[in-house]
């Protein structure tokens, strides 16, 4: 019997409609140059790791036994490439080629030891190769000057990227739901001490640190969810900026934390643009 006329399309109907959705690259090009810069940083950040991985007599705890080692090669050469690739993909140079092999890099590093696993490297890496799939050099790049720029890009990569973002918000506030850290006690001894942003030793009560923590809870879990929306995107988005710029100066250790909050401001473009192409 034929589908009537009006009917709901057929899920592979609605599948391909999806897949063949196009959107403006603007957002994702500012993304990706983002991302590349905290990438270059992020390996130059793990480097000091690889170099105590490469010392004789160091004990190496590899994913898989008898697997290669990025920490096998110097550690001088993984540097110079790894930031290489990530300003030749901020820039938009070769970019899928750039991406490609700065996601390779960035998964080899991550799964070499677990010595150098972090859960900022994972993201990281993950948001570099779906970046690379979206075709984020197609605007605002050095190809787009050699005129392979695009006026259109598939959405479903930037859905894939909206999601990443938004199930990370949301895993991290389930991860918080436990009594050490709702009691305020893990925020009480990772706060910083000393220097000029040190948070006040009157502020470090026990009430106010568990009211903070409560805070960040349901901080990320509005955001996993406002971030979506159009309405409260932009307050999402405000949120959000605050929240990271705070952990970063008021948390310790600084380094990590201010490159992961870099890192949350270069996606958030990601999830501005709604406008379909042809």
Known sequence: MARQEGAHPLPLTRLRRFVERTASPRYIAVARIGVGLVAAARILERGATLARLSEPGVIRVPYL???PSIADLPVLA?????VGLAAAFSAGLFTWVTGSALFLLLGSILLSDQQLYANNLYLLTLLVGLLT???SGAALSLDARR???RQAVPVWPIVLLRLQISAMYLFTAIAK?????LSGSSLFSTLRREGPL??????RTFDAMAAASVLAVIVEL???FWLWSPRRRATAIAIGVAMHAAIAVWIAPTLGLVLFALLMFAVYPVFLDDRRGP
Request: charge should be negative.
């Open 177 to 181: 739901v436990n009594l050490e850290f």
């Open 78 to 82: 993984i540097l110079v490439a790894g």
């Open 198 to 203: 040190a948070i006040p030793e009157g502020w």
């Open 133 to 135: 799939l979206a075709g």
């Open 147 to 149: 005129g392979r720029g």
């Open 65 to 67: 036994e008898g697997a």
């Open 222 to 224: 509005l955001l996993a």
